[in-house]
């Protein structure tokens, strides 16, 4: 056979190879629009003590708003963006993929947001900080132990909606509390003045401890430790109602 012969042969059997996939790649796709909607299944990813998204209200939620969502219904006829969308609409709701399966059922699997701190005020709602720095709303249903802030200043937090772009320095500070065992543990709350000054308040102890702005926050922390570590022991817990941090290489006790 000669070299034309054999490119002429091998030419035509990849365009043979390449209509077999295309006839196959068609007769897939059929069948699966032909395919009919057998049931909703959904899995929230599970976060340790966070328990905003439920999946029974997501279900729920879904075939309300989604009547053909019912056995029998075509496949085809549901369609899966919209789903999606309207799960991510739940204001916990991080992000979500919804796809179906080759028995017909409507997978949801569903990541939630973490929050690391609750702002509250004594006159209007409160919100939550997630570990991205967004602002989420409270939940009816569940309430997430948390970092508490508060104070003449959380007015401005709210309104931003997102940390990360307007208060990085206190999103920060609170990444720093929240990845610590010992100091997510000590700190109870936060509050912060109009000038955004910080005053941190302990589980153990009764001091006031003034942080000042959100800067220098390791530094800092490191001089309330030595607080602890070395003034503690001589003086005792009851020995000043106020520490003050704010300074640089200074620790000022009233």
């Not at 002429?8 to 390449?18: D, E, G, N, Y």
């Amino acid at each position: 056979m000669g070299l034309k012969q054999l490119k002429i042969k091998q030419s035509f059997i990849f365009t043979a190879l390449v209509l077999v996939l295309v006839v196959f790649i068609g007769f897939v796709e059929k069948k699966g629009a032909e395919r009919s909607y057998h049931g909703l299944s959904v899995k929230v990813n599970g976060i340790s003590d966070v328990y905003f998204v439920e999946e029974d209200e997501i279900k729920s939620m879904l075939l309300k708003t989604f009547p053909n969502l019912s056995e029998g219904a075509k496949l085809a006829s549901i369609q899966l963006s919209k789903l999606e969308e309207k799960v991510e609409s739940h204001p916990f709701v991080k992000n979500a993929e919804v796809y179906n399966d080759l028995k017909g059922d409507v997978l949801v699997t569903i990541d939630q947001y973490r929050p690391m701190a609750r702002i509250t005020r004594p006159l209007a709602a409160d919100g939550y900080i997630s570990a991205e720095g967004l602002i989420l709303p409270t939940s009816s249903h569940y309430t997430s132990r948390v970092l508490i802030i508060s104070g003449k200043g959380v007015d401005d937090l709210l309104a931003a909606k997102d940390l990360s772009k307007e208060h990085q320095s206190l999103l920060d500070m609170i990444h720093f509390i929240d990845e610590s065992d010992f100091w997510s543990a000590q700190i109870a709350s936060l509050e912060i003045d109009r000038n955004g000054d910080i005053s941190l308040f302990q589980q153990v102890g009764r001091q006031e401890i003034e942080f000042g702005k959100p800067v220098d926050i390791e530094d800092k922390f490191d001089r309330i430790n030595l607080f602890y570590e070395e003034i503690i022991p001589k003086k005792g817990w009851d020995a000043y109602s106020r520490v003050n941090v704010k300074f640089k290489d200074q620790i000022i006790c009233e």
